[in-house]
Protein backbone atom coordinates (compact mmCIF):
# COMPACT_ATOMS: atom_id res chain seq x y z
CA UNK A 1 0.00 0.00 0.00
CA UNK A 2 1.33 3.62 -0.96
CA UNK A 3 1.94 5.83 1.69
CA UNK A 4 -0.50 8.49 0.31
CA UNK A 5 -3.29 8.74 -2.04
CA UNK A 6 -4.56 11.06 -4.22
CA UNK A 7 -8.07 9.76 -5.07
CA UNK A 8 -11.30 10.38 -2.65
CA UNK A 9 -12.77 7.66 -1.09
CA UNK A 10 -16.55 7.30 -0.67
CA UNK A 11 -15.79 5.74 2.75
CA UNK A 12 -12.74 5.52 5.12
CA UNK A 13 -13.93 3.40 8.14
CA UNK A 14 -11.42 3.74 11.07
CA UNK A 15 -11.21 0.38 12.96
CA UNK A 16 -11.56 -3.36 12.06
CA UNK A 17 -13.46 -4.74 14.79
CA UNK A 18 -17.26 -6.32 14.79
CA UNK A 19 -17.97 -2.84 14.02
CA UNK A 20 -15.75 -1.38 11.13
CA UNK A 21 -15.54 -4.89 9.66
CA UNK A 22 -19.45 -5.39 9.15
CA UNK A 23 -19.17 -1.90 7.72
CA UNK A 24 -16.77 -2.61 5.35
CA UNK A 25 -19.01 -5.11 3.89
CA UNK A 26 -22.42 -3.35 3.71
CA UNK A 27 -20.10 -0.41 1.95
CA UNK A 28 -18.43 -2.94 0.05
CA UNK A 29 -21.25 -4.78 -1.03
CA UNK A 30 -23.10 -1.20 -1.62
CA UNK A 31 -20.47 -0.60 -4.42
CA UNK A 32 -18.50 2.11 -2.29
CA UNK A 33 -15.32 2.75 -2.85
CA UNK A 34 -14.41 1.87 1.04
CA UNK A 35 -10.88 1.91 2.68
CA UNK A 36 -10.53 0.30 6.80
CA UNK A 37 -7.97 1.57 8.44
CA UNK A 38 -7.08 -0.84 11.22
CA UNK A 39 -3.55 -0.04 13.87
CA UNK A 40 -3.86 -3.69 15.47
CA UNK A 41 -4.98 -6.84 15.15
CA UNK A 42 -7.91 -7.02 12.73
CA UNK A 43 -11.04 -8.39 14.38
CA UNK A 44 -10.44 -5.78 17.63
CA UNK A 45 -11.40 -6.98 20.93
CA UNK A 46 -13.15 -9.67 20.14
CA UNK A 47 -9.66 -11.54 18.60
CA UNK A 48 -8.83 -11.60 22.59
CA UNK A 49 -11.66 -14.03 23.33
CA UNK A 50 -10.84 -17.34 23.41
CA UNK A 51 -14.04 -18.83 22.35
CA UNK A 52 -17.44 -16.81 21.22
CA UNK A 53 -20.36 -18.50 22.65
CA UNK A 54 -23.34 -16.03 21.99
CA UNK A 55 -22.86 -14.80 18.17
CA UNK A 56 -25.47 -16.30 16.34
CA UNK A 57 -24.89 -18.60 13.68
CA UNK A 58 -22.07 -21.02 15.46
CA UNK A 59 -24.10 -23.45 17.50
CA UNK A 60 -20.89 -24.70 18.99
CA UNK A 61 -19.09 -20.66 19.58
CA UNK A 62 -15.84 -19.78 17.66
CA UNK A 63 -13.02 -18.43 18.84
CA UNK A 64 -13.11 -14.75 18.62
CA UNK A 65 -9.81 -14.41 16.31
CA UNK A 66 -11.12 -16.61 13.60
CA UNK A 67 -14.79 -14.78 14.05
CA UNK A 68 -12.39 -11.36 12.82
CA UNK A 69 -10.53 -12.83 10.54
CA UNK A 70 -13.84 -14.58 8.86
CA UNK A 71 -15.55 -11.18 9.22
CA UNK A 72 -12.59 -10.06 7.07
CA UNK A 73 -12.16 -12.05 4.39
CA UNK A 74 -16.01 -11.53 3.94
CA UNK A 75 -15.76 -8.11 3.74
CA UNK A 76 -12.74 -8.25 1.57
CA UNK A 77 -13.98 -10.75 -1.26
CA UNK A 78 -16.37 -7.55 -1.96
CA UNK A 79 -13.89 -5.31 -2.51
CA UNK A 80 -12.91 -3.99 0.79
CA UNK A 81 -9.50 -2.09 1.15
CA UNK A 82 -7.57 -2.18 4.57
CA UNK A 83 -4.26 -0.17 5.48
CA UNK A 84 -2.42 -1.06 8.34
CA UNK A 85 -1.65 2.35 10.10
CA UNK A 86 -2.95 4.72 13.17
CA UNK A 87 -5.69 7.11 12.44
CA UNK A 88 -4.23 10.41 15.04
CA UNK A 89 -6.38 13.51 13.24
CA UNK A 90 -9.27 13.89 11.34
CA UNK A 91 -9.72 17.53 9.69
CA UNK A 92 -12.46 18.90 7.24
CA UNK A 93 -12.11 20.13 4.16
CA UNK A 94 -14.59 21.59 1.73
CA UNK A 95 -16.81 19.11 2.68
CA UNK A 96 -14.51 15.68 2.51
CA UNK A 97 -12.80 14.69 5.33
CA UNK A 98 -8.82 14.56 5.56
CA UNK A 99 -7.90 11.57 7.47
CA UNK A 100 -4.47 11.87 9.06
CA UNK A 101 -2.65 8.81 9.94
CA UNK A 102 0.67 7.18 10.62
CA UNK A 103 1.12 6.47 7.29
CA UNK A 104 0.33 9.25 5.24
CA UNK A 105 -3.23 10.78 4.78
CA UNK A 106 -6.36 9.99 3.18
CA UNK A 107 -9.42 11.44 1.79
CA UNK A 108 -12.91 10.46 2.11
CA UNK A 109 -16.80 11.91 1.31
CA UNK A 110 -17.89 10.00 4.85
CA UNK A 111 -15.59 8.88 7.51
CA UNK A 112 -17.39 5.58 9.96
CA UNK A 113 -15.49 5.64 13.67
CA UNK A 114 -15.23 2.38 14.63
CA UNK A 115 -12.41 2.23 16.69
CA UNK A 116 -14.11 0.58 19.79
CA UNK A 117 -12.58 0.65 22.97
CA UNK A 118 -9.32 -0.68 24.72
CA UNK A 119 -9.03 -1.37 28.45
CA UNK A 120 -8.66 0.57 31.45
CA UNK A 121 -5.40 0.43 33.57
CA UNK A 122 -5.44 -0.31 37.43
CA UNK A 123 -4.04 2.81 38.33
CA UNK A 124 -1.83 0.92 40.28
CA UNK A 125 2.07 1.55 41.41
CA UNK A 126 3.97 -1.37 39.62
CA UNK A 127 1.48 -1.65 37.04
CA UNK A 128 3.27 0.25 34.43
CA UNK A 129 6.53 -1.34 35.50
CA UNK A 130 5.90 -4.77 34.90
CA UNK A 131 3.81 -4.53 32.02
CA UNK A 132 4.66 -7.47 29.87
CA UNK A 133 6.44 -9.03 32.94
CA UNK A 134 3.50 -10.45 34.10
CA UNK A 135 1.17 -7.52 34.14
CA UNK A 136 -1.12 -8.41 31.22
CA UNK A 137 -4.41 -7.57 29.81
CA UNK A 138 -5.06 -10.13 27.46
CA UNK A 139 -5.10 -13.66 28.92
CA UNK A 140 -5.87 -15.09 25.59
CA UNK A 141 -2.23 -13.92 24.43
CA UNK A 142 -0.50 -14.45 27.41
CA UNK A 143 -1.68 -17.03 29.02
CA UNK A 144 0.06 -20.22 28.34
CA UNK A 145 3.37 -18.34 29.74
CA UNK A 146 1.87 -18.75 33.65
CA UNK A 147 1.81 -23.30 32.94
CA UNK A 148 1.47 -24.21 36.80
CA UNK A 149 2.05 -21.16 38.15
CA UNK A 150 -0.45 -18.91 40.56
CA UNK A 151 -2.35 -15.48 38.76
CA UNK A 152 -4.59 -13.33 39.97
CA UNK A 153 -7.44 -11.55 37.78
CA UNK A 154 -8.39 -8.26 38.62
CA UNK A 155 -12.43 -7.44 37.93
CA UNK A 156 -15.78 -9.43 38.27
CA UNK A 157 -17.38 -8.57 34.37
CA UNK A 158 -17.75 -10.68 31.94
CA UNK A 159 -14.47 -10.50 30.61
CA UNK A 160 -12.80 -11.05 34.45
CA UNK A 161 -14.41 -14.47 34.80
CA UNK A 162 -14.07 -15.14 30.73
CA UNK A 163 -10.59 -14.76 30.85
CA UNK A 164 -10.72 -16.31 34.59
CA UNK A 165 -11.67 -19.75 33.38
CA UNK A 166 -9.63 -19.62 30.39
CA UNK A 167 -6.57 -19.41 32.75
CA UNK A 168 -7.30 -22.39 34.41
CA UNK A 169 -5.99 -24.13 31.67
CA UNK A 170 -2.95 -23.40 31.89
CA UNK A 171 -2.06 -22.15 35.68
CA UNK A 172 -2.34 -24.05 38.72
CA UNK A 173 -4.44 -21.71 40.76
CA UNK A 174 -6.46 -18.67 39.57
CA UNK A 175 -7.61 -15.96 42.22
CA UNK A 176 -9.80 -13.68 41.30
CA UNK A 177 -10.00 -10.36 43.24
CA UNK A 178 -13.25 -8.47 43.32
CA UNK A 179 -13.62 -4.90 45.08
CA UNK A 180 -17.46 -5.93 45.69
CA UNK A 181 -18.90 -9.32 47.90
CA UNK A 182 -20.61 -10.75 44.14
CA UNK A 183 -19.86 -10.96 40.00
CA UNK A 184 -21.18 -8.64 37.48
CA UNK A 185 -20.65 -11.13 35.50
CA UNK A 186 -23.22 -12.96 33.08
CA UNK A 187 -24.85 -16.12 35.31
CA UNK A 188 -23.97 -18.74 33.16
CA UNK A 189 -19.65 -17.66 33.70
CA UNK A 190 -20.42 -17.28 37.59
CA UNK A 191 -21.53 -21.13 37.65
CA UNK A 192 -19.08 -22.45 35.64
CA UNK A 193 -16.34 -20.56 37.73
CA UNK A 194 -17.72 -21.17 40.99
CA UNK A 195 -17.92 -24.98 39.92
CA UNK A 196 -14.04 -24.57 38.96
CA UNK A 197 -12.05 -26.30 41.19
CA UNK A 198 -8.28 -24.31 40.44
CA UNK A 199 -10.63 -20.53 40.59
CA UNK A 200 -10.81 -18.92 44.35
CA UNK A 201 -12.36 -15.63 44.82
CA UNK A 202 -11.00 -12.83 47.01
CA UNK A 203 -14.09 -10.39 47.53
CA UNK A 204 -14.47 -6.66 48.90
CA UNK A 205 -10.60 -6.35 47.68
CA UNK A 206 -8.48 -4.07 46.35
CA UNK A 207 -5.04 -3.94 44.85
CA UNK A 208 -2.65 -1.14 45.83
CA UNK A 209 0.51 -2.36 44.65
CA UNK A 210 1.95 -4.91 42.04
CA UNK A 211 4.77 -5.95 43.44
CA UNK A 212 8.29 -7.43 42.16
CA UNK A 213 11.20 -5.70 40.52
CA UNK A 214 11.91 -7.27 37.11
CA UNK A 215 8.74 -9.33 37.26
CA UNK A 216 5.61 -9.79 38.96
CA UNK A 217 6.22 -11.64 42.59
CA UNK A 218 2.61 -10.76 43.94
CA UNK A 219 0.02 -7.88 45.18
CA UNK A 220 -0.43 -5.81 48.01
CA UNK A 221 -4.14 -5.56 48.57
CA UNK A 222 -6.63 -4.16 50.72
CA UNK A 223 -9.95 -5.30 52.22
CA UNK A 224 -12.54 -2.34 51.58
CA UNK A 225 -14.68 -3.94 54.48
CA UNK A 226 -12.01 -3.97 57.39
CA UNK A 227 -8.98 -2.05 55.99
CA UNK A 228 -6.98 -4.30 56.69
CA UNK A 229 -3.39 -4.94 54.58
CA UNK A 230 -2.05 -8.00 52.78
CA UNK A 231 -0.02 -9.40 50.50
CA UNK A 232 -0.49 -12.15 47.58
CA UNK A 233 2.00 -13.91 45.63
CA UNK A 234 1.07 -14.83 42.54
CA UNK A 235 3.74 -14.65 39.26
CA UNK A 236 0.95 -12.98 36.76
CA UNK A 237 -1.81 -10.45 37.05
CA UNK A 238 -4.46 -10.09 34.29
CA UNK A 239 -6.84 -7.15 34.57
CA UNK A 240 -10.06 -6.61 33.63
CA UNK A 241 -11.21 -3.20 35.25
CA UNK A 242 -13.50 -2.03 32.11
CA UNK A 243 -12.79 -0.21 29.30
CA UNK A 244 -12.37 3.28 27.40
CA UNK A 245 -13.42 4.63 24.21
CA UNK A 246 -10.72 4.66 21.84
CA UNK A 247 -11.67 8.62 20.98
CA UNK A 248 -8.17 10.74 21.97
CA UNK A 249 -7.82 12.10 18.70
CA UNK A 250 -11.68 12.59 18.02
CA UNK A 251 -11.30 15.12 21.43
CA UNK A 252 -11.41 18.71 18.95
CA UNK A 253 -13.43 17.58 16.39
CA UNK A 254 -16.47 16.57 18.27
CA UNK A 255 -18.35 16.72 21.73
CA UNK A 256 -17.50 13.67 23.67
CA UNK A 257 -19.70 12.31 26.57
CA UNK A 258 -17.95 12.20 30.33
CA UNK A 259 -16.99 8.62 29.46
CA UNK A 260 -15.59 9.91 26.10
CA UNK A 261 -18.05 8.07 23.69
CA UNK A 262 -19.08 9.40 20.34
CA UNK A 263 -23.14 10.19 20.93
CA UNK A 264 -24.83 9.55 17.70
CA UNK A 265 -28.22 9.81 16.45
CA UNK A 266 -30.69 6.88 15.48
CA UNK A 267 -28.62 6.48 12.09
CA UNK A 268 -25.79 6.49 14.12
CA UNK A 269 -24.66 10.10 12.63
CA UNK A 270 -22.34 12.35 14.57
CA UNK A 271 -23.30 16.04 15.07
CA UNK A 272 -20.87 16.55 12.22
CA UNK A 273 -22.60 15.82 8.80
CA UNK A 274 -20.73 12.61 6.94
CA UNK A 275 -19.14 11.49 9.99
CA UNK A 276 -20.87 8.59 11.49
CA UNK A 277 -19.85 6.05 14.67
CA UNK A 278 -20.74 2.69 15.42
CA UNK A 279 -19.58 -0.23 18.06
CA UNK A 280 -18.23 0.28 21.42
CA UNK A 281 -16.98 3.88 20.51
CA UNK A 282 -20.26 4.96 20.60
CA UNK A 283 -22.95 6.40 23.89
CA UNK A 284 -24.94 3.15 24.33
CA UNK A 285 -25.87 0.39 26.68
CA UNK A 286 -24.88 -2.79 25.11
CA UNK A 287 -21.06 -3.30 23.89
CA UNK A 288 -20.80 -7.12 22.56
CA UNK A 289 -19.92 -8.88 19.22
CA UNK A 290 -23.18 -8.33 17.81
CA UNK A 291 -24.15 -5.36 18.12
CA UNK A 292 -21.29 -3.82 17.47
CA UNK A 293 -21.84 -5.61 14.22
CA UNK A 294 -25.41 -4.70 13.70
CA UNK A 295 -24.28 -0.89 14.76
CA UNK A 296 -21.82 -1.44 11.35
CA UNK A 297 -25.08 -2.55 9.02
CA UNK A 298 -27.34 0.59 10.00
CA UNK A 299 -24.14 2.44 9.72
CA UNK A 300 -23.34 1.68 6.28
CA UNK A 301 -26.80 2.33 5.45
CA UNK A 302 -27.10 5.75 6.82
CA UNK A 303 -23.17 6.42 5.03
CA UNK A 304 -24.59 5.03 1.72
CA UNK A 305 -28.02 7.50 2.17
CA UNK A 306 -25.64 10.33 3.06
CA UNK A 307 -23.71 10.07 0.09
CA UNK A 308 -26.76 9.79 -2.55
CA UNK A 309 -28.04 13.23 -1.01
CA UNK A 310 -24.75 14.71 -1.76
CA UNK A 311 -24.80 13.51 -5.48
C1 LIG B 1 -11.48 -10.57 26.38
C2 LIG B 1 -12.77 -10.18 25.73
C3 LIG B 1 -13.75 -11.13 25.51
C4 LIG B 1 -14.95 -10.77 24.89
N1 LIG B 1 -15.87 -11.75 24.68
C5 LIG B 1 -17.02 -11.43 24.03
C6 LIG B 1 -17.98 -12.45 23.73
O1 LIG B 1 -17.80 -13.62 24.06
N2 LIG B 1 -19.10 -12.07 23.05
C7 LIG B 1 -19.34 -10.78 22.66
O2 LIG B 1 -20.36 -10.53 22.03
N3 LIG B 1 -18.46 -9.81 22.94
C8 LIG B 1 -17.31 -10.10 23.62
N4 LIG B 1 -16.41 -9.11 23.90
C9 LIG B 1 -16.76 -7.71 23.55
C10 LIG B 1 -16.57 -7.45 22.05
O3 LIG B 1 -15.29 -7.92 21.67
C11 LIG B 1 -16.72 -5.98 21.74
O4 LIG B 1 -17.96 -5.50 22.18
C12 LIG B 1 -16.60 -5.72 20.24
O5 LIG B 1 -15.37 -6.21 19.75
C13 LIG B 1 -16.69 -4.23 19.91
O6 LIG B 1 -16.49 -4.07 18.54
P1 LIG B 1 -16.05 -2.69 17.88
O7 LIG B 1 -15.86 -2.97 16.45
O8 LIG B 1 -17.00 -1.63 18.28
O9 LIG B 1 -14.68 -2.28 18.57
P2 LIG B 1 -13.32 -3.08 18.81
O10 LIG B 1 -13.52 -4.52 18.80
O11 LIG B 1 -12.72 -2.43 20.01
O12 LIG B 1 -12.45 -2.72 17.51
C14 LIG B 1 -11.97 -1.43 17.30
C15 LIG B 1 -10.72 -1.48 16.44
O13 LIG B 1 -10.35 -0.16 16.10
C16 LIG B 1 -8.95 -0.04 16.14
N5 LIG B 1 -8.60 1.37 16.37
C17 LIG B 1 -8.89 2.12 17.46
N6 LIG B 1 -8.42 3.38 17.30
C18 LIG B 1 -7.82 3.40 16.09
C19 LIG B 1 -7.12 4.42 15.36
N7 LIG B 1 -6.95 5.65 15.87
N8 LIG B 1 -6.61 4.12 14.15
C20 LIG B 1 -6.77 2.86 13.62
N9 LIG B 1 -7.41 1.86 14.27
C21 LIG B 1 -7.95 2.13 15.49
C22 LIG B 1 -8.54 -0.94 17.30
O14 LIG B 1 -7.19 -1.37 17.15
C23 LIG B 1 -9.53 -2.09 17.17
O15 LIG B 1 -9.02 -3.16 16.41
C24 LIG B 1 -15.19 -9.43 24.51
C25 LIG B 1 -14.21 -8.46 24.73
C26 LIG B 1 -13.01 -8.82 25.34
C27 LIG B 1 -11.95 -7.77 25.56
Redesign the pocket.
Known sequence: MSKAVDRTYDVII?????????AGLYCARARLSTLL???????????????????PGFPDGIS?YEL?QAMHRQAKKYGLETLS????GIELAQGKKVIK?TEGEYVAKAVIL??????NRLGVPGEEKLLGKGVSY???CDGPLFKDQVVAVIGGG??AV??GILLTRFASKVIIVHRRHQLRAAKLLQERAFANQKIEFLWDTVVEEILGDVKVKGLSLRSVKTGDRSTLEVSGVFI?VG?HP?T??LKDLLSLDAEGHVPTGEGMETEIAGIFA?????KKAA???????G??ATVALSAERFLGEQE
Open positions: IGGGPAGLSIEKGVIGGQISNAELVENYGGAEVVTAGGAEPCATDSEEYLSDYAGDIRRQAITAADG
